[in-house]
């Protein structure tokens, strides 16, 4: 199984400032014959389900503000909350499906500084 | 608009069975591979198992393999998950969820990632 490492497991960012997510897989997600890295984040607010946020690591799903940025490639991404609102404390997941069975991060928890 | 709307949790002695449903509209439900993930009380995700659009291909996560059931009925636009001889440990929040990803971009059998989530039903494993 792909393992996902997410850090840090929390972070606390002021109001308006940026908020960096790591996520590190144990193999390359990055297929071949599609050019993709199948890795997708989600976001979690207290007692709802995922929300998901990005796809192929990169591409925001419909609705997502801009501030929500993905990057990274290989086996190293990042999801970057560019200028952090009250309303993105939650806690963020990874996920990798690039193979079977798909694979999420432990989880980081965003708050308010 | 898409909606999942899970149905079935409770509470259950371990080692009986329990069946949840996920009712889907707002899209066409027969189109999509539809997948059950899982969620401990305060703790992360985990996938639990895949059924493809047409229900010809299913696959599921080693913690359940041979004690829980994928199936879906078209026609009804519902997702099923039959779960026996439950473990204590499958105490969780059980969401199904939506796989947009086609065929052709698959890199794995179990398909990729979720786009709409149902907001979950509680099971409860204990005795």
């Known amino acids: 199984d792909i393992v996902m490492t997410q850090s840090p497991d929390s972070l606390a960012v002021s109001l308006g400032e940026r908020a960096t997510i790591n996520c590190k897989s144990s193999?390359?997600?990055?297929?071949?014959?599609?050019?993709?890295?199948?890795l997708a984040w989600y976001q979690q607010k207290p007692g709802q389900p995922p929300k998901l946020l990005i796809y192929?690591?990169?591409t925001r799903e419909s609705g997502v503000p801009d501030r929500f940025t993905g990057s990274g490639s290989g086996t190293d991404f990042t999801l970057t909350i560019g200028s952090l609102q009250a309303e993105d404390v939650a806690v963020y997941y990874c996920?990798?499906?690039?193979?079977?069975?798909?694979?999420f991060g432990q989880g980081t928890k965003v708050e308010i500084k | 608009q898409v909606q999942l709307v899970e149905s079935g949790g409770g509470v259950v002695q371990p080692g009986r069975s329990l069946r949840l449903s996920c009712a889907a509209s707002?899209?066409?439900?027969?189109?999509?591979?539809m997948h059950w993930v899982r969620q401990a009380p305060g703790k992360g995700l985990e996938w639990v198992a895949v059924?493809?659009?047409?229900?010809?291909?299913?696959y599921y996560g080693d913690s359940v393999k041979g004690r829980f059931t994928i199936s879906r009925d078209n026609s009804k636009n519902t997702l099923f998950l039959q779960m026996d001889s439950l473990r204590a440990e499958d105490t969780a929040v059980y969401y199904c969820a939506r796989d947009p990803l086609p065929v052709r971009f698959a890199a794995a059998g179990s398909g990729g990632y979720f786009d709409y989530w149902g907001q979950g039903t509680l099971v409860t494993v204990s005795s």
């Open positions: 996920h990798q499906y690039y193979s079977t069975p798909p694979t």
């Open positions: 193999q390359s997600v990055l297929y071949s014959s599609t050019n993709k890295h199948y």
């Open positions: 707002g899209f066409t439900f027969s189109s999509y591979p």
């Open positions: 059924i493809k659009y047409d229900g010809s291909n299913k």
């Open positions: 192929w690591a990169s």
